[in-house]
Nanobody, 126 residues
Framework: QVQLVESGGGLVQAGGSLRLSCAAS????????MAWFRQAPGKEREFVAA????????KYADSVKGRFTISRDNAKNTVYLQMNSLKPEDTAVYYC???????????????????WGQGTQVTVSS
C-alpha cells in the first residue's frame, strides 16, 4: 500500500529556514506528481506547492512564492520542501500528498489527491 512519511518539521524563529522531506513507498514514485499542503489550527487545509511527475514543472501558492522551493529525487523516492524566510503565519501542520492518477502536472486542489502523509508540525516564532 502507498505510504508517505514526512519529516523535518520543528520550531524555528521568524526569518529562519527548514527543509521538509516526504519519503514515499508502495508506488512508482517517478510516475506521480507530488504536492505539499498545510493546515493551521482552525483553518482549512491549503495548497502550498506541487511538482510534476517529471520534476520539470512546479506550482506555488502566492503566499509562499519566492520563499519556498519544492523539489524531488526520484532515485530516493523523496520530495522536499525547502522553506526560507519563514513567517509566523507559516505555522501549520504540513502534509505531502500524491494523486491516484499518474503523469499529472500536480493540482492545486486537495480533492485531487488520494494519498496523504501523517503530517509534520512547523512552528515559526516571532
Amino acid at each position: 500500500q502507498v505510504q508517505l512519511v514526512e519529516s523535518g518539521g520543528g520550531l524555528v524563529q521568524a526569518g529562519g529556514s527548514l527543509r521538509l522531506s516526504c519519503a514515499a513507498s508502495g508506488l512508482t514514485f517517478s510516475n506521480y506528481a507530488m504536492a505539499w499542503f498545510r493546515q493551521a489550527p482552525g483553518k482549512e487545509r491549503e495548497f502550498v506547492a506541487a511538482i510534476r511527475w517529471s520534476g520539470g514543472n512546479t506550482k506555488y501558492a502566492d503566499s509562499v512564492k519566492g520563499r519556498f522551493t519544492i523539489s524531488r529525487d526520484n532515485a530516493k523516492n523523496t520530495v522536499y520542501l525547502q522553506m526560507n524566510s519563514l513567517k509566523p503565519e507559516d505555522t501549520a501542520v504540513y502534509y505531502c500528498a500524491a494523486p491516484e492518477s499518474t503523469y499529472d502536472s500536480g493540482s492545486y486542489y486537495s480533492n485531487k489527491y488520494d494519498y496523504w502523509g501523517q503530517g509534520t508540525q512547523v512552528t515559526v516564532s516571532s
